[in-house]
């Protein structure tokens, strides 16, 4: 069982072939398996900073070592 607002529907056999239908809400995504790997490694990618852009940012950091500080003591 996948879900019960989602239905699955085998429209088509030919040979060793199978095509499916897939019925599902709006906010359910649905993605044949090499295209969810795919996204799933574009997602990893992105919340992975490349060590150049560590870099930069740390270079942005503030000389006292505090980047939060107090805004009322300006």
């Given at each position: 069982m996948i879900g019960p607002d989602v239905v699955?529907?085998?429209?088509e056999v030919r040979g060793d072939q199978v095509r499916i239908g897939i019925k599902a809400p709006r906010d359910i995504d649905v993605h044949r398996e090499?295209?969810?790997?795919?996204?799933?490694?574009a997602n990893r990618s992105a919340a992975?900073?490349?060590p150049q852009a560590?870099?930069?940012l740390g270079s942005l950091k503030?000389?006292?070592g505090d980047a939060g500080g107090?805004?009322?003591k300006g």
């Open positions: 699955v529907t085998v429209l090499e295209v969810f790997a795919a996204l799933q490694k992975s900073p490349s560590l870099g930069v503030p000389a006292g107090d805004p009322a």
